[in-house]
């Protein structure tokens, strides 16, 4: 299974995919955070608490010279109830308010301190330093003084900062979490998860016996690798079922062959056997020497056929070959010789010839010469009384190009791609000519490619079949 580049793997884009979901919950987080402090009027509103002192004191001094009558009670629980910081305003009527419940004892006391020496002076400074227990800012209207702010030291306390953001940080961020977690997983883990179902769809449909099931390869990363390997392995099976079938149905076919083929010749001899047996029926001496001589035929044709299955049954079973140096003029005289007597009766011509670079062939010398016998055999029963026949041996790269010709009325062209299945008749496609077994191209198809070669038909004055062996035939 090939790898898939980097960036489409899905353990990177997982990884990349978080990596980008928590970013954006940080930054959501820290605008949530920002948002709130903003919102809690200032969890650190000004540089100093000093600065924080004076800030309030000047509000309520525009405050109280607008509005006399202004309730700075609930002013100051409106404007300053969030700051995080302890603060103390101290008005001149004696009253005291602050932005914690309760209010913080020791910083009324210092407070009170702090503004009973300024009532007693006559000159208010707009500005107090602090004084190691707070800061302060004297609250002027119009020029008089009316009150005090003191400020807390220190920093704000985590706690008090902890308590007023932590429940709307903690809600807020489990829903962010919620949120962000489901759409990583959408977009990470959705188109995976559709895939991976189409994946086990295809499965199922294969177990079902439908091999023509395909799953989506499409994505390049390690899904559509496994989904590819699938469909590999889906074609693989179709291909197999397919292959199976095709043998089944050679299979029936060939049953149905042979049981048709022997049948023939097994139904002839009953026939006349029984006639001959007949006490009843009186047959002259010509007559039954007829009936008995058919009958020989028939036994023959019938050996014919049986040793032709065995003899395809070995060659198609693997059946070992000699491998040695075979002189392709020598197969040549031996067909001549075997074929001699009856060429001579019907007035055959056979032409051989062996070109230059095609005198040697390697591979079985028996079985090489059977599969020119069966094709020169098939060529004189289709030639023509007074006719030609041609063996020719041509060099080709690597290879040599046997030819076994004749004139005679040559192969339909709907049946040339049949000629080498079993049990065909040459007959049916040739004109006319004694019937043979059906099997001897067969043979010759088997004999051929056991040897590495191939052999095909055509037509050219007549039949031509050309045999392509390889120099060195493959072990």
Request: proline share 6%; glycine share 10%.
């Amino acid at each position: 299974m090939s790898r898939p580049v980097w960036y489409r793997s899905l353990y990177w884009r997982t990884a990349l995919g978080f990596i980008a979901f928590l970013a954006v919950l940080l930054v959501a987080q820290s605008m949530l955070f920002v948002w709130l402090a903003g919102r809690t009027g200032g969890l650190f509103p000004a540089t100093s608490n000093s600065r924080l002192a004076e800030l309030i004191a000047s509000d309520l001094r525009d405050q109280l010279e607008r509005t006399p009558e202004l309730d700075v009670s609930a002013h100051v629980s409106r404007e300053y109830g969030r700051v995080v910081q302890p603060l103390v305003v101290l008005l001149d009527n004696g009253q005291v308010f602050s932005n914690r419940t309760p209010v913080p004892p020791g910083l009324v006391r210092t407070a009170t301190n702090v503004y009973t020496r300024l009532a007693r002076g006559r000159a208010v400074p707009r500005r107090l330093g602090p004084d190691g227990r707070g800061f302060f800012a004297p609250i002027l209207v119009n020029g008089q003084l009316a009150g005090l702010v003191a400020v807390a030291p220190g920093r704000p306390p985590a706690l008090g900062a902890f308590r007023a953001l932590a429940p709307t940080m903690a809600i807020t961020g489990v829903v962010l979490l919620l949120i962000g977690a489901g759409g990583a997983a959408a977009v990470i883990f959705g188109p995976v998860r559709r895939r991976l179902g189409e994946l086990e769809k295809a499965a199922d449909r294969i177990g079902a016996g439908d091999t023509t099931a395909r799953a989506p390869a499409h994505g390049g990363d390690e899904v559509a690798a496994l989904a590819a390997s699938f469909n590999r392995m889906a074609a693989d099976l179709q291909a197999r079922a397919e292959a199976l079938a095709a043998s089944d149905r050679a299979r029936r076919q060939l049953l149905a062959d042979v049981s048709h083929e022997m049948m023939t010749p097994l139904t002839a001899m009953r026939g006349y056997l029984d006639t001959l047996g007949m006490p009843e029926l009186q047959l002259d001496p010509d007559t039954r020497e007829r009936y008995l001589r058919i009958v020989d035929e028939e036994t023959r044709r019938l050996e014919r056929i049986i040793g032709d299955l065995l003899e395809l049954a070995r060659l198609e079973g693997g059946t070992s070959l000699r491998r040695e140096a075979v002189a392709v003029d020598a197969l040549f005289a031996r067909v001549a010789e075997r074929h001699e007597r009856e060429m001579t009766q019907r007035r055959i011509t056979l032409s051989r010839r062996v070109e230059p670079g095609a005198d040697t062939l390697v591979g079985d010398p028996d079985r090489l010469e059977q599969a020119l016998q069966n094709l020169a055999a098939n060529a004189l029963r289709h030639t023509p009384d007074g006719g030609t026949m041609g063996l020719s041996a041509a060099a080709a790269p690597d290879a040599v190009c046997i030819t076994v010709r004749d004139n005679g009325p040559g192969i339909a062209p709907d049946h040339l791609p049949l000629i080498f299945d079993r049990f065909y008749k040459v007959d049916a496609a040739r004109a006319s000519g004694s019937s043979g077994s059906g099997l001897g191209l067969s043979i010759v198809k088997s004999i051929v490619e056991a040897h590495g070669g191939t052999v095909t038909a055509r037509n050219e004055d007549g039949a031509v079949f050309e045999i392509l062996l390889p120099r060195i035939s493959p072990r």
